[in-house]
Every structure is written in structure tokens, then in C-alpha cells.
């Protein structure tokens, strides 16, 4: 009898913890963390910081007819000019020319104009990136070596405007022919500069915006 009594306890205490077993609410699954998103592969993005550069007048050659261009005078007649050095085996300059020939397409019309600056490669290379129909703006030559880096005025203002990359391409300035000064060394003290490549919507409004009305203060070739 004593052994029956005993059974009957634990067969109670069994059921009564399978009972309670199944009323408890099993743990809710952690959430799912969002994925980080990866940054586009390779893209060297940069937004438009102001800054002061005393940015120079130059006289460079002009890749396809070597005849020595003067900025100030490419600068004639327009309302905003973006001078952009490249280097013409640069990655992220190939991911940015697409988009540097649809904003000049877009606005070229209105006072816009895009002059390419090229670094630490040969003319032969400039070209045949370009291929046979050439480049669609005006493109001048700092340097064709990879060993003049350091001794080129692209290098100097990268330094100004905090561009920590080691090659620099490409690198964008912004000048208003409207603001620039008339004359000496020095073009304009302050400008918008791009450390990297081109946010294309962050641009476009930019330029869209100082081409809009900006008619009455372009500049004006010096008359001998």
C-alpha cells in the first residue's frame, strides 16, 4: 500500500510539470539585425566643402593642340567652371567622367564649362582614354609622371583642402568667373572643391543654381 501511495505522488508531481511546461510561452526569437550597407565597390564619393585655397591663375598646355591655355581666359564668357585633375589610369576618375560629361552636356549651354587638368600620365594615355573623337571639354597637362606628384600644384591645393587620398583623382574646383579677381596671381581665395568624385545629385543642384539669372557679372577678355 505504502509503495502505491508513493507511485501515485510522482505520477501527480510528472503530470503536473508537463502541465506547466506547456503553459509557459517559449522565448520570442531575437530580432533580425538590417545589414549595414556596404558602400558602392570602390567609389570614392566626397561632398562640397567651401574652402579657402587661393586658388591661381595658370598657363598649361592644351592636350590635343599643345598651344598654352590661360584659365582666366578659358574662364571668358562663362558663369561657373569646374576644373577637374585627373589622372588617366584612375579608377575613380573613369567612375566620375560619365557623370562630369552628363552635367557639362546638361548645362554647357547655360554658361557652364568643365576644364580637365591631367596628372601622372602621358598625353598618348590621355588620348587613347579619350579615344578618336577626344575629350568633350578642354583638357590641359600638368604633369606625365607618376614621380612629379609631389611637385604639382594639384598636389600643393589637395594638401590645403585636407585630401588625404594618395593619388588625388579626381579632384574638383568650382570657380565663378563673376567673383574671380580681374587680375594678379590669384583667382579666387575661397572655392568649392570636391576631394573625391562627384555626388551627381549634390552637383547638379549646385550648378543649376548658379547659372540660373547670372548674366550681368561674367567676366570679359582683357581688350589690348
Same mark, same amino acid.
Given at each position: 500500500?505504502?509503495?502505491?501511495?508513493?507511485?501515485?505522488? +510522482?505520477?501527480?508531481?510528472?503530470?503536473?510539470?508537463?502541465?506547466?511546461?506547456?503553459?509557459?510561452?517559449?522565448?520570442?526569437?531575437?530580432?533580425?539585425?538590417?545589414?549595414?550597407?556596404? $558602400?558602392?565597390?570602390?567609389?570614392?564619393?566626397?561632398?562640397?566643402?567651401? #574652402?579657402?585655397?587661393?586658388?591661381?591663375?595658370?598657363?598649361? $598646355?592644351?592636350?590635343?593642340?599643345?598651344? *598654352?591655355?590661360?584659365? =582666366? *581666359?578659358?574662364?571668358?564668357?562663362?558663369?561657373?567652371?569646374?576644373?577637374?585633375?585627373?589622372?588617366?589610369?584612375?579608377?575613380?576618375?573613369?567612375?566620375?567622367?560619365?557623370?562630369?560629361?552628363?552635367?557639362?552636356? #546638361?548645362?554647357?549651354?547655360?554658361?557652364?564649362?568643365?576644364? %580637365?587638368?591631367?596628372?601622372?600620365?602621358? =598625353?598618348?594615355?590621355?588620348?587613347?582614354?579619350?579615344?578618336?573623337? %577626344? $575629350?568633350?571639354?578642354?583638357?590641359?597637362?600638368?604633369?606625365?609622371? =607618376?614621380?612629379?606628384?609631389? %611637385?604639382?600644384?594639384?598636389?600643393?591645393?589637395? *594638401?590645403?583642402?585636407?585630401?588625404? =587620398?594618395?593619388?588625388?583623382?579626381?579632384?574638383?574646383?568650382? +570657380?565663378?568667373?563673376?567673383?574671380?579677381?580681374?587680375?594678379?596671381?590669384?583667382?579666387?581665395? #575661397?572655392?568649392?572643391?570636391?576631394?573625391?568624385? +562627384?555626388?551627381?545629385?549634390?552637383?547638379?543642384?549646385?550648378?543649376?543654381?548658379?547659372?540660373?539669372?547670372?548674366?550681368?557679372?561674367?567676366? *570679359?577678355?582683357?581688350?589690348?
Amino acid at each position: 500500500m505504502k509503495k502505491l501511495f508513493i507511485l501515485s505522488i +510522482l505520477a501527480l508531481l510528472s503530470s503536473t510539470t508537463a502541465i506547466g511546461a506547456a503553459q509557459t510561452p517559449a522565448p520570442s526569437p531575437a530580432p533580425a539585425v538590417a545589414p549595414t550597407p556596404a $558602400p558602392e565597390a570602390g567609389h570614392e564619393y566626397s561632398a562640397m566643402v567651401e #574652402k579657402t585655397i587661393n586658388y591661381k591663375n595658370w598657363g598649361l $598646355p592644351n592636350l590635343m593642340t599643345e598651344k *598654352q591655355e590661360d584659365l =582666366r *581666359q578659358l574662364m571668358v564668357g562663362k558663369k561657373l567652371v569646374m576644373v577637374v585633375y585627373f589622372a588617366p589610369w584612375c579608377r575613380n576618375w573613369k567612375f566620375e567622367a560619365p557623370i562630369a560629361s552628363k552635367l557639362y552636356e #546638361k548645362y554647357k549651354g547655360q554658361g557652364f564649362q568643365i576644364i %580637365g587638368v591631367s596628372e601622372y600620365g602621358t =598625353r598618348d594615355e590621355v588620348k587613347t582614354y579619350f579615344g578618336k573623337d %577626344g $575629350p568633350p571639354f578642354p583638357v590641359v597637362v600638368e604633369s606625365e609622371s =607618376r614621380t612629379d606628384k609631389t %611637385g604639382t600644384s594639384h598636389y600643393q591645393y589637395r *594638401q590645403l583642402t585636407g585630401d588625404t =587620398r594618395n593619388w588625388g583623382s579626381p579632384w574638383n574646383i568650382f +570657380l565663378e568667373p563673376g567673383k574671380v579677381n580681374a587680375t594678379g596671381d590669384v583667382l579666387a581665395e #575661397k572655392a568649392w572643391v570636391v576631394n573625391g568624385e +562627384l555626388i551627381e545629385d549634390e552637383v547638379d543642384k549646385f550648378i543649376a543654381s548658379k547659372v540660373a539669372g547670372a548674366t550681368a557679372t561674367v567676366i *570679359q577678355a582683357c581688350k589690348n
